[in-house]
């Protein structure tokens, strides 16, 4: 395996212009298509993408457009290798969250160039990923390369929300499991490669998710005229309970891929912080005073432990009327190691407050989805080809806070790897948001290094 990565690694860091050219214009194209829940359709992105797969001279039994309904289809490419080993899948989601002309300073459906960056809506999140991964498929049959395996590419509904039966990855398993059915999974819409004022930090490589589950609490009264108000107040009870769990933190969970993130932390950070994370590391419990330190960094509290938020408050009906009901909505995001229900309990716990009713939203049995076993073959090619392209860059395991398709994979037994290689500035993050953007640096970057992951993954040393 080592003779292999060094032959896939002393290649040219760009293959060519052809390439470039290649995944600008398929970025291009799948901009203006517009894919947004409310009137868009992924159909129509994966029918163009099936058409230009074909045009390359895949065979039409290897690329289908199939889902629940046009509007939430999927596309489903598959470049056959010889299969000595089980396929590889590599997932790319085709909608987008929705975005206001009014807001943007451009037309967010729009491919727009402009100095050095390219915007529209999904060009960072993550229809990059797509773009990359049909560019890719092409680059492929054009070289004729025939991998020791399968590798199927899914590129899919419904990753931003929506009913969860029209999940482009959850209806495939439901549905057709066979078409994607993996050893594991290479998911770009996991990982990033961190960078900070222009300096490339870490190459994430993302083997676990944190749990999305939100709570309703309530608290109900009889009410009455607000001239005659009593103790007892449904907003000022369940103010006091969210105050409450405010103030409490979930315990630190450390496994080996939490240590190894903080071990480069301590490396690449201050004196102060290298010694409240070797103290960290090296107590049993975690010394509380270097956690607190490390705490007051929002990214690294959400790696080490389950968080929650209270995110909305809606209260009362009238401003001459004592509540009658008062109700927030609290968002947990949740470690893989814990679970939704021990969640709940601690609620009920840190709130102690029989008059608060605890309501789950989501189906507690699609919130989690187990850490994936962090396999030798993936970490040593995410280390071999990011230190190829990037020297001095570390491939660092990493806990998402947020959520993406993985968690589905995962819990079907699908072994999942966000990792992109494409660059994310740490201090200007603009997915979901006004004029989200990518560096075209970022583009073809990113496109190379999964170009040569997906080799060293899929190619047998002789």
Known sequence: MRFLL????????????????LVRDVLRELIEINTTHSVGSTGKAAEAMA????????????????GPRPERANLVARLRGTGARRPILLISHLDVVEARREDWSTDPFQFVEKDGYFYGRGTMDIKCGDAILVANLIRWKRENYRPDRDLIVALTANEEGGDVEENGIHWLLKNHRDLIDAEFC?????????????????????????GFLSFTLEVKNKGGHSSVPEKENAIYRLSRGLVRLSEVDFPVVLDAGTRAFFETVAVREGADVAQAVNRMLSTNPPDAASVALLAKSPDWNAVLKTTCVATMLQAGHAENALPQAAKATVNCR????????????????????????????????????????????????????????????????IVSPGASDGTHLRRAGIPTYGISGIADDYDDIRAHGKDERIAATALYEGREFLYRLTQALSTTAQ
């Open 6 to 21: 060094f032959a896939l690694l002393v290649t040219p860091l760009w293959a060519s212009d052809t390439d470039d050219r």
């Open 51 to 66: 058409q230009r797969l074909l045009a390359a001279g895949f065979a039409p039994a290897d690329v289908q457009v199939i």
């Open 186 to 210: 290479i998911n770009p819409d996991g990982g990033n490669l961190e960078t900070k004022k222009g300096k490339k930090l870490l190459n994430e490589l993302q083997y676990a998710e944190k």
């Open 334 to 397: 949740i470690l893989p190691s814990e679970t939704p229900a021990y969640v709940e309990e601690t609620i009920q716990r840190v709130l102690d407050d029989p008059q608060i009713s605890i309501t789950p939203i989501e189906n507690m049995e699609l919130v989690q989805s187990p850490a994936s076993a962090l396999r030798p073959d993936v970490v040593q090619a995410a280390k071999a080809v990011t230190s190829a392209m990037w020297p001095g860059v570390p491939a660092v395991p």
